[in-house]
């Protein structure tokens, strides 16, 4: 075994993961697992270069090596960036690249200062990354399984550049048979496999989330669908064992007509801001979904009378004013509100609402109508 072995081996590897990555996953623009395929290909292309710096224009290929391994960390910190949903600076990214070219062919006979520089900067791009997925990871498997294998190689990594900055004596050069090679290629190897599984946990953790919102969330409005706001009303109201909370059912006045005179994807907007009015105004602890059609339901908790009031009004004038200034016209609902008793079932109560809400539409529209106890 030795290290140019060793590098054949680290760009066979990186190369068959990143294919597996196209086959099994696809290409999917602006992914996490993209810019994971990005940091395998960088990888290999950097190892591909080095092995051949050993052979041929030593300084051009050793620089574009350097170069393309520099760019695979930035790819990492990218990855990292794009499955937590942090902005990455792009100057971040592209700067230490360029900067180590530069620096990497003008001092390049300088074996020294070449290697030390070129495993300082990669290694603090690598722990970059890490820190990235580490910092308030708590016990998110993925998060800490990519996090410490990047941290591992990232802390070899820069040992390599201590060792050459400040005892170029013990050692030599990067292509060298000294132990921290050998070490360092084998957990880099290993950081490969690992970072690959811990991302494919994430790319898996996302689909995930993906299905349950597309089960539990109303696609045109982001509210709960019917099916999961009576899931969570009915289990609020069985651990509510006081009753109390107002049960609020909605309707938007003369939805039909803006859908034959405005046409349907006005119709969609309305729907889509009073979406957006309800949950600015209303508290996380509240619960309120997409009933059906133009009605929408809401289940508000620990609110006494004053305060539905002034929330009420609120939710009246909001849609009003959204909607004259998107859509310019005037938008409002009716509504039929009853304070929720102790150990009624959620169909009683939207029954009751729906009377109340019944009385509303025909006492002329745009008003709430309330049950004894909700004012």
């Known amino acids: 075994m030795d290290v140019i072995t060793l590098l054949a081996a680290v760009l066979v590897n990186a190369l068959l993961m990143m294919l597996a990555l196209v086959v099994s996953v696809g290409i999917r623009a602006r992914s996490g697992l993209q810019a994971w395929q990005f940091m395998l290909l960088g990888q290999a292309a950097g ?54 070219g530069l620096v990497h062919a003008f001092v390049f006979q300088d074996q020294k200062q070449a290697t030390g520089l070129t495993n300082l900067i990669i290694g603090l791009q690598i722990m970059w990354a890490s820190w990235l997925l580490l910092h308030g990871a708590e016990r998110v498997r993925w998060r800490l399984l990519c996090g410490f294998a990047g941290a591992a190689n990232g802390l070899l990594v820069l040992g390599r550049a201590v060792l050459v900055l400040g005892w170029p004596e013990i050692y030599p050069r990067f292509i060298a048979p000294h132990p921290l090679n050998f070490a360092s290629l084998m957990l880099l190897n290993a950081s490969l496999v690992l970072g690959t599984m811990g991302f494919l946990l994430a790319h898996r953790d996302a689909a995930e989330q ?43 006045d003369h939805f039909k007509r803006i859908n034959d005179e405005r046409g349907h994807p006005v119709g ?108």
């Not at 960036?81 to 990455?88: H, K």
């Not at 309305?270 to 209303?282: A, D, Q, W």
């Not at 009751?352 to 809400?357: E, G, I, P, S, V």
């Open 47 to 100: 190892f591909a270069l080095l092995i051949g710096a050993t052979l041929a224009l030593p300084r051009l290929l050793a620089t574009l090596g350097v170069m393309s391994l520099s760019f695979s960390a930035s790819a990492m910190v990218l990855t990292a960036g794009r499955f937590l949903s942090q902005p990455v600076s792009r100057l971040g990214l592209l700067l230490p690249p360029l900067l180590l």
């Open 210 to 252: 993906a299905l349950v919102r597309l089960a539990s969330l109303d696609p045109l409005t982001g509210l709960l669908n019917r099916r999961e706001w009576m899931n969570r009303a009915g289990q609020a109201l069985g651990a509510d064992a006081v009753g109390g909370a107002v049960l609020l059912m909605l309707d938007l």
């Open 268 to 375: 969609d907007e309305v729907l889509k801001l009073t979406g957006e009015v309800l949950r600015g105004e209303l508290r996380a602890s509240d619960l309120v979904g997409r009933y059906g059609g133009e009605e929408f339901c809401l289940l508000v908790r620990h609110c006494d009378a004053e305060a539905f009031g002034r929330l009420d009004s609120r939710l009246h004038q909001a849609l009003r004013r959204r909607c004259e200034a998107s859509l310019g016209f005037l938008a409002d609902f009716s509504a039929g509100a009853v304070r929720v008793q102790a150990g009624e079932t959620l169909a009683a109560a939207i029954k009751r609402a729906d009377d109340q809400l019944y009385r509303a539409k025909h006492a002329g529209r745009g008003r709430t109508e309330c049950a004894d106890g909700v004012l």
